[in-house]
């Protein structure tokens, strides 16, 4: 993809949202809502932020958001709801307009800072919330298992195990760290198809 040619992303950001369709023309991204059409040009925008957001149904979502120079903020995600039980993964889609963006906020603005995951507070709240819910959980499970109320016992074990997979991938995906161009870290984008 070259600097001149024009590439779109579409995705339904909400449930019951309408449609939005991200253009890349050249140096300004343009955002159409159907409603309303914006330009912003690449060199304005001052951070670029990807991090892993599961959502309700989806354990595999990612978000790409970024801010204007203005403090304005936008962002995209690989995820095209159709209804709030029904959503389509649009990982490839999203993985080449991503990697094509970043490069072309990078060339348009060399001081564009770029970071994978959540801010360090956040990182570190989910972190330490996992870990202690985790242990919390297991510990009340085994007493109620010792002192006899094993349907207590195995209704916390059914919710233990993918309580601790989803924190751990918050936190295995989301850790801080800044980026470039060249490195966008595979944690925040989805997996490629094999």
């Known amino acids: 993809m070259t600097q001149d040619e024009t590439w779109?992303?579409?995705?339904?950001?909400?449930?019951?949202?309408g449609e939005v369709c991200f253009r890349?023309?050249?140096?300004?991204?343009?955002?159409?809502?159907?409603r309303k059409v914006e330009n912003w040009a690449l060199r304005d925008i001052a951070v670029v932020?990807?991090?892993?957001?599961?959502?309700s149904v989806v354990w595999q979502g990612f978000r790409?958001?970024?801010?204007?120079q203005n403090g304005r903020n936008l962002s995209l995600t690989n995820l095209d709801w159709k209804s709030y039980v029904h959503v389509d993964r649009?990982?490839?889609d999203y993985r080449r307009f991503a990697a094509d963006l970043v490069t072309r906020i990078e060339a348009a603005n060399p001081r564009a800072v770029c970071i994978a995951g959540k801010t360090?507070?956040?990182y570190y709240a989910t972190l330490l919330l996992g870990a202690s819910t985790t242990v919390l959980m297991s510990v009340m499970a085994i007493l109620a298992a010792l002192n006899g109320a094993v349907a207590y016992a195995a209704l916390a074990g059914l919710f233990i195990l993918p309580f601790a997979q989803m924190s751990w991938a918050l936190t295995r995906r989301n850790k801080p760290e800044f980026f470039s161009k060249a490195g966008i870290p595979a944690r925040v984008l989805p997996d490629q198809a094999i």
């Not at 890349?24 to 159907?34: A, K, N, Q």
């Not at 932020?49 to 959502?55: N, S």
């Not at 790409?64 to 204007?68: E, G």
Request: glycine share 8%.
């Open 64 to 68: 790409l958001a970024m801010t204007h």
């Open 120 to 122: 360090a507070p956040l």
């Open 90 to 92: 649009k990982d490839a």
């Open 24 to 34: 890349l023309e050249g140096d300004t991204l343009v955002i159409d809502t159907g």
């Open 8 to 17: 779109s992303y579409r995705h339904r950001p909400r449930p019951f949202g």
């Open 49 to 55: 932020r990807m991090t892993y957001e599961p959502k």
